[in-house]
Nanobody
Framework: VQLVDSGGGLVQAGGSLRLSCVAS????????CGWYRQAPGKLREPVGV???????NYAFSVRGRFNISRDIPRNTMYLQMDSLKPEDTADYYC????????????????WGQGTQVTVSS
């Protein structure tokens, strides 16, 4: 199983970006996924999560501006980011708990490689 995230770029404050995270492979199911971000010189922090039931939850700093959605048949998760602020500048990573009956451990955490988001003021 491999996670590939994409969609980052440079945007002006107030603009929007949509990040994508695709889980490739076969024979697995996604338990839960989320987005994290890491700004220069700071620790990686959670942005939001979407559960297997489609319930979402977000960090206070992005609530009302960011939205996580998914396309289950395509094993893809999205992060729609609106009203972007310079403080949203960071590398964004998708993170999923994957259930693979062939693997040990059966459930494990996978990370995307990261995609850079830069918001100019």
């Amino acid at each position: 199983v491999q996670l590939v995230d994409s969609g980052g770029g440079l945007v002006q404050a107030g603009g929007s970006l949509r990040l994508s995270c695709v889980a490739s492979g076969s024979g697995f199911s996604v338990v839960e996924c989320g987005w994290y971000r890491q700004a220069p010189g700071k620790l990686r922090e959670p942005v939001g999560v979407i559960t297997s039931n489609g319930i979402t939850n977000y960090a206070f700093s992005v609530r009302g501006r960011f939205n996580i959605s998914r396309d289950i048949p395509r094993n893809t998760m999205y992060l729609q980011m609106d009203s972007l602020k310079p403080e949203d500048t960071a590398d964004y990573y998708c993170n999923c708990i994957i259930d693979d009956p062939r693997a040990w451990p059966r459930q494990d955490i996978y990370w995307g490689q990261g995609t850079q988001v830069t918001v100019s003021s």
